[in-house]
């Protein structure tokens, strides 16, 4: 266990549903991140926040809505999703931005 | 341009070789990091390299950094058959606007068989 947790692990949905990741890291870390892992594809990363601010945005459609109510938890909350959107969705966070990652096991979404 | 290739994509061993990956990357970095993946898992730390160091040891790990050549090797001795897993560098370059992140490669995937 890495001490980063997240639900669920598997999702399906229809592209009209509105549905939510959650993550919560146990750690007492700073940071905390969204990535989107496709197949053949590197690692993207998606949202940063710090203390609970974003602090970056990389050009993510709106239709994936990201909130840290705190520095514990993250949300990604998704709505009218199109089928390329099914990926392994992972979460992470880290003490700082220069330190090692921890991962949580990550949600399987699949977008029918 | 993509930041942390790695190379090769796939490699395929015995159990008690030894595995060579590497990772080239395009501009300056504040450090590298790989991680492991197993399937359909989250990624796992393994080893941080800091860009003034050359080299780094955590068990059964050994990790280069050639700065010069922009380029970091991963070694895995006397490998198990439970090293199988993706293996992912990611190179640290920090940004003024936002700190530092993390640009990951496309993974080798390493199987070791019995």
């Known amino acids: 266990e890495t001490g980063v947790t997240q639900t669920p692990r598997h999702l399906v949905m229809g592209m009209t549903n509105k549905k939510s990741l959650k993550c919560e890291q146990h750690l007492g870390h700073n940071a905390m991140y969204w990535y989107k892992q496709s197949a053949k594809k590197p690692l993207e990363l998606m949202f940063v926040?710090?203390?609970?601010?974003?602090?970056e945005n990389n050009s993510v459609p709106s239709r994936f809505s990201p909130e840290c109510p705190n520095s514990s938890h993250l949300f990604l909350h998704l709505h009218t999703l199109q089928p390329e959107d099914s990926a392994l969705y992972l979460c992470?966070?880290?003490?700082?931005?220069?330190?090692?990652?921890?991962f949580g096991p990550g949600t399987r979404l699949t977008v029918t | 341009s993509q930041q942390g290739e790695e190379d090769p994509q796939a490699l395929s061993i015995q159990e008690g070789e030894n595995a060579t990956m590497n990772c080239s990357y395009k501009t300056s970095i504040n450090n590298l990091q790989w991680y492991r993946q197993n399937s359909g898992r989250g990624l796992v730390h393994l080893i941080l390299i800091r860009s003034n160091e050359r080299e780094k040891h955590s068990g059964r790990l050994r990790v280069t950094l050639d700065t010069s050549k922009k380029s970091s090797s991963l070694l895995i001795t006397a490998s198990r058959a439970a090293d199988t897993a993706s293996y992912f560098c990611a190179t640290a370059l920090f940004m003024e606007t936002s700190g530092s992140r993390l640009t990951f490669g496309e993974g080798t995937q390493l199987t070791v068989n019995p």
């Open positions: 926040y710090s203390l609970e601010e974003r602090v």
């Open positions: 992470a966070s880290s003490q700082s931005f220069r330190g090692e990652q921890y």
